[in-house]
């Protein structure tokens, strides 16, 4: 699909050389559309939201390619999402361990099938099963699930003990009893098993008409297969909802917080006059105006003040320095290229951005209605939650430039924090 990748007809396995060890294949489904996370505005497969500014999928598999056992990582994607896909994958280097993605199918029953036929080509001896949506998954519950597998078990589940008191009840809030909770475990993956084995479980339930399995290991019991357990990880969790979501962000931004003491803070300032035309582009959304701005780039004076913002934080020169007007590259170009290259040099240092504040000085256009816009448009550029943007706006009541509505300022403020 992707020529970055390598090709299916690639032997793996033949240059990596395990010896005596047994061919470990990883399938990670990621072709669900995150149907309990969706809203009207925002209809992401969750595989694709950001966490900690980063793709859940790009961060599922950096977790998993630190795990030197797996010989190869085949990701099963939706048609819809080769783009997202792309980006999710964009940081890994051409020799990663990761094969071109193949397609998934309505369920993730079928998705698993249609990855386990991909992965006939490389005869894997050992197959590991794994969601796209469980980033934190850690080397040792991968590690313990091969382990168990490599001395001889058919199947392993990851699993955790249950810790809540377990309620039987109805469909009217009544409960009916308590279940004891020994001996019940909760299922996680990545779930492992003997590759020829499961392979076939998929195809016998296919043909049996059984479509509904939730998980491989129960696909595994159905075909009385022996199932074993793993060590599961309470951190492990499967993102499903917008609250894993939050707790995920808070608690990168917890892992974060006692390396990157060094914080700093940058100011940003620019001003542009107006000419005849229009529109106006501010915080990087097209404006209605029956002006626009005059300026080498786009004009987009708010983008330019908070791209000088972080590089003053930085202490890295100002926007001209990076992107000189007198070069003709940069001429009517778009000016989120300048605050995304301002947001990589705070990421090439291993920092973080923990906020942006603008404030737009103009008498028109109001900058009320569109703020919303202008503030999820800056959070996507720079790959930051909504609550850390923030766009304020004032008039200069009728006095100098800006009063006489001859151009608009911008002032910034970037406060990034840095190991
Ligand atoms: N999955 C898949 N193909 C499907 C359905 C699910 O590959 N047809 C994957 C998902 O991408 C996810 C994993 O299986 O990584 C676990 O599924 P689930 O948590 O149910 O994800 P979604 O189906 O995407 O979410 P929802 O059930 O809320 O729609
Ligand atoms: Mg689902």
């Not at 056992?69 to 080769?82: F, G, N, S, Y």
């Amino acid at each position: 699909m992707q020529s970055k990748f390598k090709s299916h007809s690639d032997n793996v396995y033949a240059k990596r050389g395990h010896g005596s060890d047994m061919r470990t294949a990883l399938l990670l489904v990621a072709a669900g559309r995150g149907s309990r996370i969706a809203s009207t505005q925002d209809q992401t497969p969750k595989q694709y939201r950001l966490i900690g500014g980063r793709m859940i999928l790009s961060r599922t598999l950096d977790a998993l390619l630190g795990s030197p056992e797996l010989d190869c990582i085949l990701p099963v994607i939706h048609a819809d999402d080769t783009d997202a896909y792309a980006q999710a994958t964009a940081h890994l280097t051409d020799d990663s361990r990761v094969l071109s993605p193949v397609y998934g199918g309505k369920t993730r029953q079928e998705s698993v099938r249609r990855g386990l036929e991909a992965l006939r080509e490389f005869s894997p001896e050992l197959v590991l099963i794994h969601d796209g949506a469980r980033p934190f998954v850690s080397h040792a519950t991968i590690s313990d699930t091969i382990k168990k597998l490599r001395g001889g078990a058919r199947a392993v589940v990851a699993c955790l003990p249950v810790t809540d008191t377990l309620k039987r009840g109805d469909d009217d809030d009544r409960i009916l009893g308590t279940v004891d909770r020994k001996n019940l475990w909760a299922a996680q993956t990545p779930q492992g098993f003997d590759y020829a084995e499961i392979l076939a479980a998929h195809n016998a339930a296919r043909a049996a008409g059984m479509d509904n399995f939730t998980d491989d290991g129960a696909l595994a019991e159905w075909r009385k297969i022996d199932v074993t357990r793993s060590a599961g990880d309470p951190e492990n969790v499967k993102i499903t909802t917008m609250a894993d979501i939050r707790l995920a962000n808070q608690r990168l931004h917890m892992e974060n917080k006692p390396t990157l003491n060094d914080i700093r803070v940058g100011n940003g300032y620019d001003v542009h006059a107006f000419e005849a035309g229009g529109p106006i582009i501010l915080g990087g959304v097209e404006i209605d105006h029956e002006r626009k701005l005059k300026g080498h780039s786009d004009a987009d004076v708010v983008l330019h003040a908070l791209t000088d913002a972080i590089l003053g934080a930085l202490a890295a020169g100002d926007i001209g320095s990076h992107f000189p007007p007198s070069d003709a590259k940069w001429k009517g170009a778009a000016s989120d290229q300048f605050l995304k290259h301002a947001v990589d040099l705070v990421k090439a240092r291993d920092g973080v951005i923990a906020h942006l504040d603008a404030t737009v000085v103009c008498e028109a256009p109001k900058i009320g209605p569109h703020r919303d816009a202008m503030r999820a448009r800056i959070a996507e550029i720079c790959a930051l939650e909504l609550g850390r943007v923030s766009v304020k706006a004032t008039t200069s009541e009728r006095l100098g430039f800006t009063g006489r509505k001859e151009g608009i300022a911008a002032l910034a403020t970037a406060t990034i924090r840095l190991p």
